[in-house]
């Protein structure tokens, strides 16, 4: 089965830094790679998603990258603030209807 | 985005009793859901995935007479934890893909406590 590894698990920054964080996967079938961002006892909330036919993707601060040969994805995020500190997953799946299978997440911290 | 529900969101309980939870689609039907289990600062570790008219698929290592999942309806799905144990305790969020299928959408979670 599918399985995802996400880098680092820990990720401090000073507020306007840009913040990085990587996963891998193994299933060359997949082919969707949500972001979500968990803030402490809430749910987890899409931030961002791309697909496999897509090799990046922009949406205002937040960006994603799809390397489908190398099978890793990362999330950017530029100009941080301090509301950006949470959890953030990176997840992947192959086919509409399955489950996401999720890395073990990154706690960014954003200090001003 | 689509709206799931779930409730209760905090149950704190006896160690033997049984809890239930549930998680409603809102704005769509959804034939299969899905239930994850989360401890703190830990990720989302899938249980199972319900489907609707039809038996649970169960991940490996989750006991399916201890996790019981019913999916009756195109909007409902139940998760039961029987006979729970302070092992047991955990945060439980159910979810479910939209229309297309694809994104993920989750419900509130419910904190289960056992005592």
């Known amino acids: 089965g599918e399985n995802v590894e996400q880098h680092p698990s820990t990720l401090s920054v000073q507020e306007g830094d840009s913040a990085v964080i990587k996963c891998t996967y193994s299933?060359?079938?997949?082919?969707?790679f949500p972001w979500y961002k968990q803030e402490l006892g809430k749910r987890p909330q899409l931030i961002i998603d791309?697909?496999?036919?897509?090799g990046e993707k922009k949406d205002q601060r937040i960006a994603v990258t799809l390397n489908k040969t190398a099978k890793h994805f990362s999330l950017h995020i530029t100009e941080t603030q301090p509301e950006d500190s949470a959890v953030y997953f990176c997840?992947?799946?192959?086919?509409?209807?399955?489950?996401?299978?999720f890395g073990k997440g990154t706690t960014l911290s954003v200090s001003s | 985005g689509a709206v799931v529900s779930q409730h209760p969101s905090r149950v704190i309980c006896k160690s033997g009793t049984s809890v239930k939870i549930e998680c409603r689609s809102l704005?769509?039907?959804?034939?299969?859901m899905f239930w994850y289990r989360q401890f703190p600062k830990k990720s989302l570790m899938l249980m199972a995935t319900s489907n609707e008219g039809s038996k649970a698929t169960y991940e490996q290592g989750v006991e399916k007479d201890k996790f019981l999942i019913n999916h009756a309806s195109l909007t409902l799905s139940t998760l039961t934890v029987t006979s729970a144990h302070p092992e047991d305790s955990s945060f439980y969020i159910c979810s479910a893909k939209d229309r297309i299928g694809e994104k993920l959408f989750f419900g509130s979670g419910t904190q289960l406590s056992v005592l």
């Open positions: 299933d060359s079938a997949s082919n969707y």
């Open positions: 791309i697909r496999s036919n897509v």
């Open positions: 704005d769509f039907q959804a034939t299969t």
């Open positions: 997840a992947a799946s192959n086919q509409a209807g399955t489950a996401l299978i």
